[in-house]
């Protein structure tokens, strides 16, 4: 069986999370899977109710969530950062589906996330898989 994925990907620093959106397609179709949709939303905050829906959609078979939650001069993005790694977290469990978290930060630059963006991209198609692969029946 074909595994069947959801890209889920915010628009903030577009230019950064474009490139992870890329690249976690490649990974995805290099390692079988079928890329069925790619979900855009404002910003990382906002992933948690979208991958909520996509999971439950009994067409998607794992989800990666992909964006950056830059350092900012307040604590707002290590907040953020938390809430939105442990609701993802929640989310995959309720549903039982892999989700592989390709979220760059909270707290790191945009120089650093320009270094990070493929690896943490492929890294998440990676994880999810091969959790998917684990889940599936033995015969």
Known sequence: ?????AILAAEFARAIVDVM????TLEAEAAG?????VV????????PLLANRLLAD????LLVVLGFIERGQ?????????VVHS???????????PLGIGIIGP?????????????YARAAVRAALHNWRLLQPRT
């Open 33 to 37: 899977a079928e890329v069925v949709s």
């Open 21 to 24: 959106v890329a690249e976690a």
């Open 74 to 82: 307040t604590q707002h993005g290590e907040v953020m950062g938390h």
């Open 40 to 47: 855009r939303v404002p910003g990382a905050y906002e992933t």
């Open 58 to 61: 009994p067409c998607v078979d």
């Open 1 to 5: 069986m074909k595994p069947r994925c």
């Open 107 to 119: 707290g790191a630059t945009t120089e650093q996330a320009e270094v990070r963006k493929v690896d």
């Open 87 to 97: 609701k993802l977290i929640d989310i995959q469990l309720t549903h039982g589906k």
